[in-house]
């Protein structure tokens, strides 16, 4: 039988690892860390033995690289916290100002101006301090500072 793919010479292979490991270091997903490896340690043995075609490493490689990543990706991830990040302009119970934005009153939060509806029905004007208590749907939910 002919082979396809001519064997692939060790460097090749060292740089195709060495190239997924830096792209690991980018995205971290831990997937292209396990194929890095892989392609580099079927890199490594083509120092010590000849492979029989390139077909036969290009299958090393994946078969390996999808093995380590199988078995350690959880591992890996375990650290890695899953929960977002709260924005600090969504986190409420702080105080705001009635500012004039646009033609209309609009209560300036964290460095953002939000339109907004009294909690207490109360009226209010430019200038009043108010306490955030809600944000939803881009409205904050206020209530005025006695």
Do not use: C
């Not at 705001?96 to 029905?121: E, N, Q, R």
């Amino acid at each position: 039988m002919e082979n396809i793919l001519p064997v692939i010479p060790a460097w090749i292979m060292l740089t195709i690892g060495f190239a997924l490991l830096g792209a690991e270091l980018l995205m971290g997903t831990f997937i292209l860390l396990f194929f890095g490896v892989a392609f580099i340690l079927v890199g490594v043995s083509g120092f010590l033995f000849d492979w029989y075609s390139g077909e036969v490493q290009l299958l090393m490689a994946m078969l390996l690289g999808g093995l380590l990543t199988y078995a350690l990706r959880g591992f890996f991830m375990k650290g890695m916290d899953k929960d977002d990040l709260p924005l600090e302009t969504m986190q409420t119970g702080d105080t705001g100002a009635i500012v004039a934005h646009g033609g209309s009153l609009s209560v300036m939060y964290k460095g953002t101006t939000w339109t907004f509806k009294s909690v207490d029905g109360a009226v209010l004007f430019e200038g009043d301090e108010v306490v955030v208590e809600t944000l939803k749907n881009n409205v904050a939910y206020v209530k005025k500072v006695v």
